[in-house]
């Protein structure tokens, strides 16, 4: 037995707001997690560097020195900061 066109055409309309909230469910499941930006970094970084063929090894020795550089400001940072409150106004 045949269904009709509108019998059709209802299944059709609900399955695709069925669909439309699945995605909206994902789509706000994936807005709060937190590694999600860091992914996307990591995957742009990895596209450029196997699309620009820089050798890897001297790619993430760039990378170390920028992070120790950038731990050595930190930590300086944090002590300065520590030394002026601990002698607080005058």
Do not use: C, F, K, N
Request: glycine share 10%.
């Amino acid at each position: 037995m045949a269904r009709s066109v509108a019998e059709i055409q209802a299944d059709i309309a609900r399955t695709r707001t069925l669909i439309e909230e699945d995605v909206a469910a994902l789509r706000g499941g994936l807005a709060r997690r937190r590694w999600a930006p860091y992914a996307v970094v990591a995957g742009t970084v990895l596209a450029g560097v196997v699309l620009s063929r820089v050798p890897v090894l001297r790619l993430a020795g760039a990378g170390l020195r920028l992070l120790r550089m950038g731990l050595g400001a930190a930590v300086t940072a944090a002590t300065v900061a520590r030394l002026v409150r601990s002698r607080g106004p005058r």
